[in-house]
């Protein structure tokens, strides 16, 4: 079955000291529920807002090939008018994170964050990461101003099982106009502060 959606409007939401905002989809062929926050302002201090697919997939026929599979829950980050709008602010502190997770046959869900200011300090990160066979979740981030500091990372990361490991999901960061327009303003800051995309192969080790 579809997972469980998780939808919160608030003019400010904090998550905080190791809180969690989660929803999984384990096994089957289950589509991932949802993670929708319609906010002011969000603020995340050594929190995590997460989607987990973990989908095998059914075979239909038994003829050994997987006919159905899910696909990842996508978290969405955006004002608190809906679709369209733009949080005040999104802040990432403390070793914060925003994940996307797939594992199995299931592509991963998509991170959207529309926010007139991002602000990632203190190794926060926003991530897609895929560990099997589909494709990781894209990241659109579509701001006015963002700034990284402290180590704070937007990741796409591609976990090489097998030769047959999916490929890792697109980043995109641009500004709050239209699809591909330029933000105002965007500073990295600090060693090991960046934006990604990374291979990890560990298909050929014995």
């Known amino acids: 079955g579809r997972g469980g959606d998780v939808r919160m409007t608030a003019d400010r939401l ?4 190791g809180s969690a905002i989660f929803t999984a989809t384990l ?7 949802e993670v929708l926050l319609k906010v002011g302002r969000l603020s995340l201090l050594g929190g995590l807002i997460q989607s987990v697919t973990t989908n095998v997939g059914t075979d239909l ?13 996508n978290v969405t980050v955006q004002g608190i008018q809906g679709a369209g709008t733009a ?6 502190s403390g070793g914060s994170q925003i994940v996307s997770t797939a594992e199995g046959r299931a592509d991963g869900g998509g991170i959207s964050i529309r926010a007139t200011s ?7 990160t926003i991530l897609s990461s895929t560990n099997g066979t589909g494709r990781g979740g894209d990241i659109v981030v579509s701001v006015q101003q963002a700034s990284f500091s402290g180590g704070a990372t937007i990741t796409s990361s591609t976990n090489l099982l097998d030769a047959d490991a999916g490929a890792g999901g697109a980043i995109t960061v641009q500004g709050l106009q239209d699809p591909g327009s330029k933000a105002d303003s965007l500073a990295l800051t600090d060693a090991g502060t960046g934006i990604n995309e990374t291979i990890n192969d560990s298909s050929n080790q014995g």
């Open 27 to 33: 096994g089957g062929n289950g589509v991932g529920g």
């Open 87 to 92: 949080a005040n602010n999104v802040a990432l």
């Open 118 to 124: 991002l602000n990632l300090d203190g190794a926060s």
């Open 61 to 73: 026929n038994g003829d050994g090939v997987v006919d159905v599979t899910g696909a990842g829950g």
């Open 14 to 17: 904090a998550n905080e000291n």
